[in-house]
Nanobody
Framework: VQLQASGGGLVQAGGYLRLSCAAS????????MGWFRQAPGKERRFVAA????????NYGDSVEGRYTISRDNANNAIYLQMNSLKPEDTAVYYC??????????????????WGQGTLVTVSS
């Protein structure tokens, strides 16, 4: 599967953005999906994940309550609604797809496919 992330940009603190990730292929619903982010000079960190059918979601501690992940299997896409953005949310955001067991959704190495990333910059 090929993934294309979009929707990043520059926003003021307290603002919001919605990221999208479009997937190619006809087997999108067989992947659980995740979002990760990487700030300059830092490791890639887990942001959110969603199960194959969309029934289960999981969030990193720093975004819990502010971000919402969703998916549309009919249109091969996932989304990340980001509210109440903070300067520390500034990073390149990556979407990823996994064929593994959903229990591993927080672990980057358990994802098989990655998008190219979209930059989110939050100004103070």
């Amino acid at each position: 599967v090929q993934l294309q992330a979009s929707g990043g940009g520059l926003v003021q603190a307290g603002g919001y953005l919605r990221l999208s990730c479009a997937a190619s292929g006809r087997t999108f619903s067989t992947y659980f999906m995740g979002w990760f982010r990487q700030a300059p000079g830092k490791e890639r960190r887990f942001v959110a994940a969603i199960s194959r059918g969309g029934d289960y979601t999981n969030y990193g501690d720093s975004v819990e309550g502010r971000y919402t992940i969703s998916r549309d299997n009919a249109n091969n896409a996932i989304y990340l609604q980001m509210n109440s953005l903070k300067p520390e949310d500034t990073a390149v955001y990556y979407c990823a797809a996994s064929t593994r067991d959903y229990r591993w959704n927080r672990h980057a190495r358990m994802y098989d496919y990655w998008g190219q990333g979209t930059l989110v910059t939050v100004s103070s």
